[in-house]
Each structure stands twice: as structure tokens, then as C-alpha cells.
């Protein structure tokens, strides 16, 4: 490190949490530089011992994106708070963060990262970034009903945005969403009083599921991070 910075900025690089998140456990007094409980704002120079609830932090590992075939079952949790968390199955030497959930329910792509300013930019709703899923439902498509998905559905208390949907069969389509509301593709079917019964994501934004088996993970190409960083500036 050539030069201090500031501490919310070291956690964040070092795959701790998003600054927001090292705001937040400032706040709590969870954070000691050398001993003492950091402040907003502090900086962390070479050689500062840092700590974070107790544990120490060092400075980052290597960056690592990972594109994973999240399979059934599984949920996005931290490894501790669940026996079926992704991390008791995924045997991977640094800690990661999901970015994005997917419900038990639901499976296929999901990018896991220890850069934690890169997941906050990617969650952030407002970037509008795509995240596409093919969606398999009880009964046969309507008109009415895909079009209804395409142009906003009232759930939790907000209208959902205009999405790309493309039928793919007589019970299954294809679904480009810039948000991500808890469960919301589930939501909006239910909406229109159908079931979904399969729920793939098979892409978020430039990165594709592609031949990924569930359980299986791969890193992303340099040219897949460098567009996806791109993409966020």
C-alpha cells in the first residue's frame, strides 16, 4: 500500500463488505485500527493492524470472480448461518460474496466475488443492469398474460419495471430484469394466478451461464471482467 486510505475503502478492497456495510459496522463500533475503535473516516496506512469484529483483516487477496451453477437445494447464505448455504458445497481457498440471490427454489448463474465494491455496484438497482432467466410455468402461456409481464406488475408495494419477455414454448419464456425484488419473477406470475414450476438465471449482464453444470464454478475470462467493469463505470 503506497499511500493511506480511507478505511471503509480497505475493507471493501480487501472483500470484507461494501463501504456501506463497513459505514454501517463503523457506526457499531465494530472496526479497531491499532487497537482503537475506528472512526468515519479513518485511514489505514502500512503496517495498521486492522480488525473487524475481532478478526483481522489483511489486504486483499487477488480479485476473483467467479461465475457458479447454483443448483436446487442451495440457498445464499453465509456458510455459519445455514446447512444448506452454497459455501458448505463450494470448496473455494478465499472468502466470497454472492451477488444477487437466488431462492432455494431457483438455480443457475451466480457471480461470487471478494471484490465487495464490485458486487455493491452490480446490486444497485438503479444501474439497471440485466440479469436474464428462463422461467417455466403450470400452464400455457397467454398473450395477455406475457404481455401483462412486459409492462409492470404491481408486487411488494411497487410497480415493477418494463422487462424483455420472450416466449421459448408452450409453458416457458425468457425474462430480462433490471431490478431485483425479493422472489420477483415468482411474484409477478402469481400475479397473473400462474405457477412457476422452473426458474433458471442464465445470465447477468455480460457474463452467460453457458455449459456450467450445477455445482460447477468457473472464473470469469479477462475479457469478460474487463467488460463487466467497464460496464459500471
Known sequence: MKEAVRINKFLSEAGVCSRRKADEAL??????????????GARVSDGDVVLYRGTPVTRKNPTVILAYNKPLGLVCTSKEADKDSI???????I?????????KD??????L?????????IQKSRN????????RVDRELTEDFLNGMRNGVPVLDTVTKKCVVKKQ??????????QGLNRQIRRMCDF??????????????????????????????????????????
Open 192 to 233: 397473473f394466478d400462474y405457477k412457476v414450476v422452473y426458474l433458471k438465471r442464465i445470465r447477468v449482464m455480460n457474463v452467460h451461464l453457458g455449459s456450467l453444470k450445477p455445482g460447477e464454478y468457473r472464473l470469469l475470462t479477462g475479457e469478460e471482467e474487463r467488460t463487466l467493469r467497464a460496464s459500471l463505470k
Open 128 to 135: 439497471d443492469h440485466e440479469k436474464e432467466y428462463v422461467v
Open 95 to 103: 472468502r466470497l460474496n454472492y451477488v444477487g440471490r437466488l431462492d
Open 113 to 121: 466475488t471478494n471484490d465487495g465494491e464490485l458486487a455493491n455496484q
Open 169 to 178: 414454448g408452450e409453458r416457458t419464456f425468457r425474462i430480462i430484469l433490471t
Open 106 to 111: 431457483s438455480q443457475g448463474l451466480l457471480l
Open 27 to 40: 457506526e457499531r463500533g465494530e472496526i479497531t485500527i491499532n487497537g482503537q475503535t475506528a472512526e468515519m
Open 87 to 93: 459455501f458448505r458445497k463450494l470448496d473455494y481457498p
